[in-house]
């Protein structure tokens, strides 16, 4: 005798993978994706750090306790910059106008390649 899913499970499993391969780009990002991402959050890691104006530290010399906290403030400006800055991403593509429906034959290619660029459902 087989087991199956509980209805609401089921779906629930379907609308999580949909939105996994919608948001392909963020889950399973290409080198120029990611690469693009490093660059962005490295500009903002040297913008965070010109902003502090901090004298580099003498050679050996230990962080103070001020330092360290202000290590972990700057660390959490990062992350909320990045969290933006995927969110629009991920906005954008979201928020995209979906495909319209294609009657004539030489048309399906550009149907094809726009219904790619957009969300499709259950």
């Known amino acids: 005798m087989g087991v199956s899913y509980a209805t609401p499970a089921f779906y629930a499993d379907r609308l999580c993978e949909r939105g996994r391969c919608y948001l392909c780009k963020q889950y399973n990002p290409t080198p ?71 009657t004539k034959r030489k048309d399906w290619e550009d149907y094809e390649k726009a219904w790619y660029k957009t969300m499709y459902w259950m």
């Not at 530290?57 to 202000?70: E, F, I, V, W």
Request: aromatic share 8%; no cysteine.
């Open 32 to 102: 120029a994706y990611r690469n693009q991402y490093d660059n962005y959050r490295d500009a903002q890691e040297r913008a965070v750090e010109q902003a502090r104006n901090r004298p580099p530290p003498a050679r050996g010399q230990r962080k103070t306790a001020q330092d360290l906290k202000q290590d972990k403030a700057d660390e959490a400006q990062i992350l909320n910059l990045m969290k933006t800055w995927l969110r629009d991403d991920i906005r954008e593509r979201w928020f995209q106008e979906p495909v319209q429906a294609v």
